[in-house]
């Protein structure tokens, strides 16, 4: 059996002014969520964001995204995403692993004009001003429940990771893409 993706069959979608949208959720991302989970990650070598809702680089081609005092996502982009399912027991005492790989798939979007892409579809203001590299947003897109982080991909270049509910993956995907549509013309 293979890794599959909840957009499998769909191609990344670009446009003027380096718009793009890509299906990422066969890239590697896991984490972990506990009272010590912050300085379990810091004794491994990570960078860590210094409060929630913020996003960092750590290591040569990751990020660590963090939703709370308690909860890191770890971000890979570079490496593929397993088929195994994370332990179930404690990676340490109060330190347990996330399925986030298994639960989220991840979108990205990039190019000038994301942010009023997504102003179409969400009522918080992502426009770099308000919401800079950096930031995480726990908030609802076209009426589901996303997570947004605002970073730098491996060429440097600003992007929104978006992570939703593999069963709602597809539905998100049409709707950032109708979303880009007077962009695409």
Known sequence: MSLRSPLEGIAAIGGPAGLRLIDLSLVCREGVRGA?????????????????????????????????????????????????????EAVE????PLYCQHSHAWLQLAGEPRAKVMAKLCGVDFSEAVFPLGSVAQ??????SVIIAAHQNHDSEPVFSIFVDQSLARYLWEAIEDAMGEWLE
Do not use: C, Y
């Open 36 to 88: 010590g989970a912050r300085e379990w990650l810091l004794s491994h070598g990570h960078s860590l964001p210094d409060a929630p809702n913020q996003i960092v680089a750590s290591g040569e081609s990751g990020a660590v995204m963090s939703l709370s005092h308690r909860e890191f996502w770890l971000l890979q982009p570079d490496k593929q995403a397993s088929f195994g399912r994370p332990p179930s």
């Open 93 to 96: 005492a109060g330190i347990w």
């Open 139 to 144: 908030t609802q897109a076209a009426r589901v």
